[in-house]
């Protein structure tokens, strides 16, 4: 009777950030204008792109679906961190939070594989220069691109639905929005078979993207190494250092989230990594093509 009446929980409650409750307005503050900063700047990303007819290439279009992505990942958790900040704790619909996770999974899936196709892009550009506007065709970035938006909501599918058809035993959720970890605290018996499918989806929407992006910059720095000219050695290696850094990044903090056991699990490192992956990220990241890039602050300048 009472496990019935558990998973049949038609609302939650995120407890947000207790810990920091003390020094409200400024967490909220800050949080709002990184947010605002944030989508300035991947839309300036965006327009700078679209405007600029010498950045009609691959690797921007890329960078176009990038920042896209960005906004759309900031835009499904900044709001549900700004209202846990304000009101506490905050009840959320059982249907609401669904909607959180499928699109957080959804976004950050997605994102994984874009970056594997900006890997690939780069790859193709330094070791098949001749070939590259062949094998990087228009339609075959699009491919990409919509290769990547489909995994990405099937994995946010598969975890949504088996996550919310499994039984509760509770409804306080410690953390900002739905994430996968908290909730999988809430489930009763057994956990082992959903860890199982949490590490096993995470190898392939996670490890099996950078192990191309590995394989890939494996065979640019060998490619490079073996170019004649130090000029040409360098400009390769600039094309490729700025995506590096949002890999690192983003895998970085994307892997020491899901790639580990139940037992490690803890609420302030775990809050912790979602922002860092969530919030500074897609902030560090047009700040890092812009900076890093010539062909970018070529047309910023313009």
Same mark, same amino acid.
């Given at each position: 009777m009472i496990l019935g009446n558990l998973s049949a929980v038609s609302e939650f409650r995120l407890l947000g950030f207790p810990e920091i409750s003390h020094l409200h307005p400024f967490p909220f503050v800050l949080l709002l204008s990184l947010y605002?900063?944030? *989508?300035?700047?991947? @839309?300036?990303?965006? %327009?700078?792109i679209k405007n600029d007819s010498t950045l009609h290439t691959p690797m921007y279009f890329? *960078?176009?679906?990038?920042?896209?992505?960005d906004i759309c990942y900031l835009s499904v958790i900044i709001?549900?961190?700004?209202?846990? %900040?304000?009101?506490g704790?905050?009840?959320?619909?059982?249907?609401?939070?669904?909607?959180?996770m499928f699109f957080f999974l959804f976004f950050g899936v997605a994102e994984c594989f874009l970056l594997a196709a900006m890997a690939l892009d780069r790859y193709f550009a330094?070791?098949?220069? /001749?070939?590259?506007?062949?094998?990087?065709?228009?339609?075959?970035?699009?491919s990409l691109v919509v290769g990547s938006y489909i995994f990405?909501?099937?994995?946010?599918?598969?975890?949504?639905?088996? @996550?919310? +058809?499994?039984?509760?035993?509770?409804?306080?959720?410690?953390h900002f929005f739905c994430e996968v970890q908290p909730l999988l605290e809430l489930l009763c018996g057994n956990t082992f078979p959903r860890e199982i499918q949490i590490i096993v989806v995470a190898v392939?929407?996670? *490890?099996?993207?950078?192990? *191309?992006?590995?394989?890939?910059?494996?065979?640019?720095? +060998?490619?490079? %190494?073996?170019?004649?000219?130090?000029?040409?050695?360098?400009?390769?290696?600039?094309?490729?250092?700025s995506h590096i850094l949002v890999v690192i990044l983003f895998y970085g903090t994307a892997g020491s989230m899901y790639l580990r056991p139940k037992f490690s699990y803890?609420? +302030?490192?775990?809050?912790?990594?979602? /922002?860092?992956?969530?919030?500074?990220?897609? %902030?560090?990241?047009?700040?890092?093509?812009?900076l890093r890039n010539k062909e970018v602050k070529g047309a910023l300048k313009k």
């Open positions: 605002i900063l944030t *989508l300035m700047a991947n @839309t300036v990303i965006i %327009l700078l890329f *960078l176009t679906q990038l920042s896209c992505l709001p549900a961190i700004l209202e846990t %900040l304000m009101m704790t905050v009840s959320i619909s059982k249907a609401r939070c669904a909607m959180q330094v070791c098949f220069p /001749l070939h590259y506007t062949i094998l990087m065709s228009s339609r075959g970035c699009r990405g909501a099937g994995v946010g599918l598969i975890h949504t639905l088996t @996550t919310f +058809s499994s039984p509760l035993c509770g409804s306080a959720i410690d392939f929407a996670i *490890l099996s993207p950078f192990l *191309l992006i590995i394989y890939s910059y494996i065979r640019i720095i +060998s490619t490079i %190494l073996h170019m004649a000219s130090a000029e040409s050695q360098q400009k390769a290696f600039s094309t490729c250092s803890c609420a +302030s490192v775990d809050k912790f990594l979602s /922002l860092s992956y969530s919030v500074v990220t897609p %902030l560090l990241n047009p700040i890092i093509y812009s």
